[in-house]
T-cell receptor, first 115, second 114 residues
Framework: AQSVAQPEDQVNVAEGNPLTVKCTYS??????LFWYVQYPNRGLQFLLKYITGDNLVKGSYGFEAEFNKSQTSFHLKKPSALVSDSALYFCAVRDKGTGRRALTFGSGTRLQVQP | DTAVSQTPKYLVTQMGNDKSIKCEQNLGHDTMYWYKQDSKKFLKIMFS???????INETVPNRFSPKSPDKAHLNLHINSLELGDSAVYFCASSQTGTRGYEQYFGPGTRLTVT
């Protein structure tokens, strides 16, 4: 079975400071990993994904994520936070080996960027 | 152009009624999904269809029945609605062969059962 943990319900950061939203995963094989963002009353928007290759993945809106196989982590980062980044962020995983196409999501982390 | 669309956006109904939510994607994808987001924002897969064939059917009450008339549409019909069905339902799509099966989500349908 595959699972995702987002240990922080909320992350608070001041505008202009770097931000990190944490994610750890569990799969039986190799993972496909994703980050999505949800703004209030909106659907999920794709930010970035890790499939294979370079452990540092760059995505939309200046976000990046670092895949760490030994720690089974895929933390989302941004060097300088904007107030407009305030939203709900979801990490998701899919197990490459199972063929199961559905994503398993973490519980979400609310990012609050203060001006 | 909207990639994945859902109708209606809001649905308020009484217990015991039957309702449907429609989803359409114009991305040419061959796989579509229904996810449920509960009041705590937790997202969980309900169903998935590939080329109109059901490939994922999670532990969902059989009051929920998906229907895929073609690859571009996946509708969700719910019989005998219960209070616990209140949630936001998201449709998504992806394409076989694209690395990672990246999914694109619709705007969601907020269902409120009173």
């Amino acid at each position: 079975a595959q699972s995702v943990a987002q240990p922080e319900d909320q992350v608070n950061v001041a505008e202009g400071n770097p931000l990190t939203v944490k994610c750890t995963y569990s799969v039986s094989g190799n993972p496909y990993l994703f980050w999505y963002v949800q703004y209030p009353n909106r659907g999920l928007q794709f930010l970035l994904k890790y499939i294979t290759g370079d452990n540092l993945v760059k995505g939309s809106y200046g976000f990046e994520a670092e895949f760490n196989k030994s720690q089974t982590s895929f933390h989302l980062k941004k060097p300088s936070a904007l107030v407009s980044d305030s939203a709900l962020y979801f990490c998701a995983v899919r197990d490459k080996g199972t063929g199961r196409r559905a994503l398993t999501f973490g519980s979400g982390t609310r990012l609050q960027v203060q001006p | 152009d909207t990639a994945v669309s859902q109708t209606p956006k809001y649905l308020v109904t009484q217990m015991g009624n039957d309702k449907s939510i429609k989803c359409e994607q114009n991305l040419g994808h061959d796989t579509m999904y229904w996810y449920k987001q509960d009041s705590k924002k937790f997202l969980k897969i309900m169903f998935s269809y590939n080329n109109k064939e059901l490939i994922i059917n999670e532990t969902v009450p059989n009051r929920f029945s998906p229907k895929s008339p073609d690859k571009a549409h996946l509708n969700l019909h719910i019989n005998s609605l219960e209070l616990g069905d209140s949630a936001v339902y998201f449709c998504a799509s992806s394409q076989t062969g694209t690395r990672g099966y990246e999914q694109y989500f619709g705007p969601g349908t907020r269902l409120t059962v009173t």
